[in-house]
């Protein structure tokens, strides 16, 4: 019996833990994200705590980087989701893998240092 629960248990960690089917509705990634990381050694949490991103049903996005010890700056345009292995959101020509993992989709900053733009719900 404990050996059932323990296999139970281990499935259950692997299904919610892992990537998640990612949509191919345009719609599904309208919307705000913000900056989310889990390495804290490169930056200081401060150079991202204005960074968010907005994509509009439109076609355009509204990106905002910085903090109090990085300079904000501003950026404007379009945006679309280019189809792939992953798909990509692309910003204009720059394009952010998208990941969806525990419900959450994340569009992929530095996937090596665990940085990403965390859909807000």
Known sequence: MRLFLTILCLCMFVACSSDQPVPSDKSAYVG??????????VDR????????LVLQADG???????????TKSETKGTWRLVPGDPPNVELDHHGYPIQVKRGEIRLLINDDLGEWYAKKE
């Open 32 to 41: 705000t994200y913000v900056y989310k990381s889990v390495d804290t050694s």
């Open 45 to 52: 949490a401060t150079d991202h705590e204005l960074d968010h």
């Open 60 to 70: 355009h996005y509204f990106l905002v980087q910085g903090g109090s010890t990085k």
